[in-house]
């Protein structure tokens, strides 16, 4: 998937303009590419619309036009656009009470790293997590994780056939497991071309 380049990005008077149109496709777009791991845990599978959407948000409340600054945006969003051989996701731990979301993200230190994608009988895949930069503690961990699965050729072939996928996650306080429906891979599977 080719990476955002300036090129790309609307101006912010043009973004301003299309933004509610953007917002309402980006948000349809989401919806295909959302998975709930149990009552708390979510992934967003990121692509090349959806990095663009988060960019030009970013420039947006950040009154970003310099070339510069706008390529320090790119160069930092970038990363998580999927290269072909691999999806890409935004892990988010949601709990609406502030007070119980700070206990369970001491509990669930580590999750990031415990997270797999199994397609078929291959081996599980388990997420490279936070490679830009450490989001935990050595206490806790972050309520936002970014996550690469690295797939085989034989992990893509079998992804691309349509072969049953599931994550899942095994961390000693969350267990969760979750078949991707069909017509969620298909829309994954274009992120290895």
Known sequence: MRKLAQSDLYTLEAYARERAAMR???IAHKRMRTLHLGAHLTLLFEDRLTIQYQVQEMLRIERIFEAAAIQEEL???NPLI???TNLKATLLIEYTDPDERALRLVDLHGIERR???TVGDLAPIVA?????L?????EKTSAVHFLRFELSPAHVAAF???VEAALSVEHPA??????IAPETCAVLAADFN
Do not use: K, Q
């Open 24 to 26: 309402t496709h980006v």
């Open 75 to 77: 160069d930092s969003y």
């Open 82 to 84: 999927p290269d072909g």
């Open 115 to 117: 997270i797999m994608l």
């Open 128 to 132: 490279i997590a936070d490679e830009d």
């Open 134 to 138: 450490e989001r935990s503690t050595d």
């Open 160 to 162: 691309t056939r349509g």
């Open 174 to 179: 969350y267990r969760e497991r979750v078949n």
